[in-house]
């Protein structure tokens, strides 16, 4: 499995790479004697991004990683031992520093593969053991899912916008800052994208990179035609033009002359890149250009703040575009910040044996959370895939299965009895050892595409998508409702 980030590769922990609040619990769990108490976590998100029928899970293979190197190191412990309360004292004592310092995860673990297509309210993890360390886990694994699978569903609409042309991720220099920059890279390939331009998410993991020049290697040189025959003599086997420097079909033509040198060399002119403009004419006009100058096989690259609305509008133009670079709109979300995930306690130990489940109440119905230890199953038939049901893994559900919308509790989707299934939720640690080696992140990327093959073209749609049925199966929905009410005292 490739690494993540230079402190990954180091074999560093990142232990610290958490909210203070998450250790102020761990301290109040090892106070209190529960520090041991098992209890379960899962991790979800309250609706879908931008708008999306469909989200992209994303993000655990750097969560695996995280959870193999957890340890808390001299350093840390040193760090906090000078934390100070509201009394400026010490806000940890130097036994429960200790107890850190001799921490191993030991939970177990199950996940939703990368690359599979998940909706609101399912688990795409769930953490089972000792409640201080999974407690500790929370912030860690939702800033590795909440963001890799923001930038994987978009960069899935995009691609699917594209409708089978690549598409390279060209975000570098917008992204959030360097880690930014890399899980960005590495999510958007997993969502679908073809390559990109950033050389060290390339190193990194492997994902295959590309790119040209910019407009400072034409304005460097007297004329524009002799930038592009300077660069086809340096890159013959490499040579995009840029051609809207200064006059966008000139340029085309110019490109076709540095074209026709590279052909009397042996080479082939790879193609041109169109970066401002109405992308849609000026393409239509270069692929006249390129035809009628016996240079067919000719790319034309089209970048400039696109997304999946502006590529699905070029083509509904007409474009001849057949290879999109897509930087900012991808790499920042730009639409939406942040997926919503969220992680809640759905079950603890009881004294006596056996597990109580738990719950949180609001006002906002979205935001009560589900009890018990949740498992996925997912049916389909001959056409792809049919519902989903987030059940109780302990009762799990046989014979036809009932599925209540959580955003609507009159609307129940019936399963019939023997209907093709699957569960989503797959062992990935067992005590704290990895039991699953993770697929590497070109299956994940197959994965996506596969996944997306087996939703109804509706579901995929751009605006007012068709709600894909998920929801809590019957008897986790009648559970849920008895907890609520029982919280509520009104039985």
């Known amino acids: 499995m490739q690494t993540q980030t230079s402190s990954a590769e180091s074999g560093n922990s990142l232990a610290l790479l958490t909210d203070l609040y998450q250790l102020t619990m761990a301290y109040g769990y090892w106070k209190s004697g529960l520090a041991g108490r098992r209890a379960v976590f899962h991790l979800s998100f309250r609706k879908p991004p931008f708008r999306s029928g ?12 995280f959870l193999q190197n957890f340890r808390f190191t001299d350093s840390d412990t040193a760090y906090l031992a000078g934390l100070r309360g509201n009394d400026d004292q010490p806000l940890f004592e130097p036994a429960f520093l200790g107890y850190l310092r001799d921490l191993r995860f030991t939970c177990d673990l199950d996940a939703i593969p990368e690359g599979t297509a998940v909706f609101p309210q399912e688990p795409l993890l769930r953490v089972c053991g000792p409640i201080l360390q999974a407690q500790l886990l929370e912030t860690p694994l939702l800033n590795m899912l909440n963001f890799q699978s923001l930038i994987a569903t978009k960069a899935a609409r995009i691609c699917l916008a ?12 917008r992204a ?19 390559g990109t331009s950033n050389v060290l998410a390339g190193k990194t993991f492997g994902i295959p990179v590309k790119g040209t020049h910019a407009h400072s290697w034409v304005m460097s040189f007297d004329n524009e035609l002799e930038a592009f025959r300077a660069y086809a003599a340096a890159m013959p086997n490499n040579s995009i033009f840029l051609v809207d420097t200064y006059n966008t079909l000139n340029g ?46 000719a790319v034309i690259v089209g970048s400039n703040d696109l997304d999946e609305h502006i590529i699905d509008s070029l083509k509904e133009q007409g474009s001849t575009i057949n290879v999109w670079g897509v930087g900012t709109r991808l790499v920042t979300g730009h639409d939406q910040c942040a997926l919503g995930g969220v992680y809640k306690l759905s079950a ?19 935001k009560i959370t589900t009890p018990g230890i949740p498992q996925v199953r997912r049916f389909r038939d001959a056409g792809g895939f049919v519902a989903d049901a987030i059940y109780d893994a302990p009762n799990p559900p046989s014979g036809e299965v ?35 080696p993770l697929p590497d992140l070109r299956e994940a990327r197959h994965r996506t595409q596969s996944q997306l093959a ?6 995929k749609r751009f605006v007012n998508p068709h709600e894909y049925p998920a929801g809590l199966e019957l008897g986790l929905h009648d559970l849920k409702t008895k907890l609520v009410l029982k919280a509520r005292g009104e039985i």
């Open 54 to 65: 469909f989200t992209i899970a994303c993000g655990l293979a750097q969560a695996v990683e």
């Open 252 to 297: 085309v033509r110019h490109a076709i002359e540095a074209g026709r040198w590279l052909r009397e060399q042996g080479h082939q002119l790879a193609g041109i890149r169109l970066d401002s403009g109405d992308l849609a004419w000026l393409s239509i006009e270069a692929r006249k250009l390129l035809d009628a100058a016996g240079f067919k096989d």
């Open 402 to 436: 009932v599925i209540v919308d959580p955003s609507d509790l009159t609307r129940r989707k019936h399963v019939p009895a023997g209907t093709p299934s699957e569960e989503l939720l797959v062992p990935i640690f067992r005590a704290g050892k990895l039991v699953s």
């Open 348 to 366: 603890m130990e009881s004294p006596t044996g056996g597990w109580d489940y738990k719950l949180k109440l609001s006002e906002q119905a979205i």
């Open 162 to 173: 594209a409708r089978g042309d690549p598409v390279i991720e060209f975000g570098l220099r």
């Open 176 to 194: 959030q800052g360097i880690d930014g920059a890399l899980t960005a890279s590495r999510a958007a390939y997993v969502g679908g994208c073809a």
């Open 454 to 459: 087996q939703l109804h073209a509706g579901i």
